[in-house]
């Protein structure tokens, strides 16, 4: 068990570090910073952005905070897995320098009552901003926060968040912050489920059903020159319910912006993405199809 009583600790080559103040310290005379944020429960997804991080830059910074600001639903805060001695073990074995584990009252000095509202517009009003009302407003405001803390050069985010991705995008123009975005694609298991820390939470019955969601994002880019947009979702729904997930939704849009679309339409970027619950758990994954 690691001692957190102290503001920085260097273990083996990585400093762990608590306080804002003692961050910026050890980051002032560093040239190229490059910041993976994160809620913890790391897994291959998480290394391979911290991998991109150290290939780009000088210094490679990952967070780990679980913000409870960004859950619009306490029990899924409350079961959000807590593998903190483990992400230590792989972010020393990724050679990352620096892990930032900031405490609540270090992230919220006044409190989460009251909190800023950042005018995230179109894209809080589908897909996950629809289902998850307040979710991208706590997102911008942490990730708001940890820019201003790290101060990092580029930033790393894994586009199996599509839209997070693009909503940090428009909370950085919006604020002015100057930081590169940098997307890495989704890294997936073997039998195509894309990696999440919420697999872990899934029985072992329903991680054999999980993979479904990838099929079904794959027939729509093997499909769609045959049949409709809406058949084949119809058809997904139905066969996603029949095997005991309870889909939000399964979406078509155009990837740069997210504007839905109710037909194949090659002329734009498309992009599937879904959101479904099994187990009690919710995943989302998406699929670019051109
Ligand atoms: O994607 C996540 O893990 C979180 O939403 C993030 C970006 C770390 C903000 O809390």
Partial sequence: MVDFDLAALYLTDMFIVKKILELQNLLRQKTSIGFVP??????????????????????????????????????????????????????????????FLPSVEEMYPHGMENIPIYDIGYLDTVLDGKFRPGHFNGVSLIVHKLLNAVKPHKLYLGEKDFQQCLVIKRMIALQNLQVEVITCPTL???????????NTRLSIEARAKAPLIYNCLLSFKDSFNTTTFHQLQQNWIQK???NGFEPEYIILANADNLDILTEFDE???MVVLIATFLDGVRLIDNYRIN
Avoid at 42 to 65: A, P
Avoid at 189 to 196: H, M, N, Q, Y
């Fill in 240 to 242: 996603l319910t029949q």
């Fill in 267 to 269: 002329s734009k970027k």
């Fill in 38 to 99: 994160t809620m913890g429960a790391l897994h291959e997804g998480h290394i391979s952005l911290i991998e991109k991080s150290k290939s780009e830059n000088e210094t490679t910074v990952c967070s780990i905070f679980i913000n409870p600001t960004q859950f619009n639903n306490l029990t899924d805060l409350e079961k959000y897995p807590v593998t903190i001695d483990a992400d230590i073990e792989k972010l020393i074995a990724a050679k990352t320098d620096v892990l």
């Fill in 188 to 198: 997936r298991e073997t039998d195509g489920l894309a990696k999440s820390s919420r």
